[in-house]
């Protein structure tokens, strides 16, 4: 069974669909850490980030590993430096190719075809998995969601980390459409076991018996 979440930035994806896929004992694949880790070789290699060709090539050559919670590419394990703020303000224009997403899509599809997941993005209920059989569509408050990331990144600061959050939500705004069969929750006042809670009960109605 595949389990869909999308939504942007700071909606819960990460946390929710962690837990939940430990609760019922899925993988867990976070698509957002792909985009990341490819940013972080073009910056490291020093790629232009405008150059959809070359960056395509470089999703090819370079397949990203997601295994027990760490994110590899090129023999590196990235897991901490694409977290940082430097990779926040730029991933979303390296996510903008086409070249780069047809890449990623694929080999979205192909861990995906591995069975029982949990996938976090923004556009995996409408065309990485169109066929997942849960779609959940996380969304909340935009000043919630800057609080959710301040306490994940204090070094910043509330207003620039404002700011980045609004220019990303600018950038991401076209690959965050809900699925039109996608079931929306709104986290601004929901606790993240509540969330969790209600996801697993989707998950649960289409399990087979
Ligand atoms: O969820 P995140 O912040 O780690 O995502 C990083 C970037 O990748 C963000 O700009 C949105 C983009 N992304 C995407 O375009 N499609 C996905 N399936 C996942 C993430």
Do not use: F
């Not at 790629?47 to 060709?53: H, K, S, T, V």
């Not at 599809?109 to 997941?117: F, I, V």
């Amino acid at each position: 069974m595949i389990v869909a979440i999308d939504g942007p930035a700071g909606a819960g994806k990460s946390t929710v669909a962690q837990r939940l896929a430990e609760r019922v004992g899925y993988r867990y694949l976070d698509t957002g850490a792909m985009y990341r880790a490819l940013t972080w070789l073009a910056m490291t290699r020093d790629i232009p980030l405008g150059e959809g060709a070359k960056l395509g090539a470089l999703a090819e050559e370079n397949p990203i590993t997601l295994e027990e919670g760490r994110v590899w590419i090129d023999d590196t394990d990235v897991t901490a430096a694409i977290r940082k703020s430097r990779i926040d303000r730029v991933v979303p224009v390296v996510a903008r190719h086409p070249e780069v997403r047809a890449i990623m899509r694929t080999r979205q599809r192909e861990l995906a075809e591995l069975g029982d997941a949990v996938i976090e993005g923004r556009d995996i209920g409408t065309v990485v998995c169109p066929g997942a059989d849960v779609k959940v569509y996380l969304n909340a408050e935009r000043q919630t969601r800057a609080e959710r990331r301040l306490a994940e990144r204090p070094e910043i600061g509330a207003d620039a980390l404002a700011t980045d959050l609004r220019i990303r939500d600018q950038s991401d705004a076209e690959r965050m459409m809900p699925a039109q069969d996608a079931v929306q929750i709104d986290t601004t006042e929901l606790d993240v076991e509540d969330v969790v809670s209600r996801i697993e009960q989707l998950v649960r109605e289409r399990q087979p018996a």
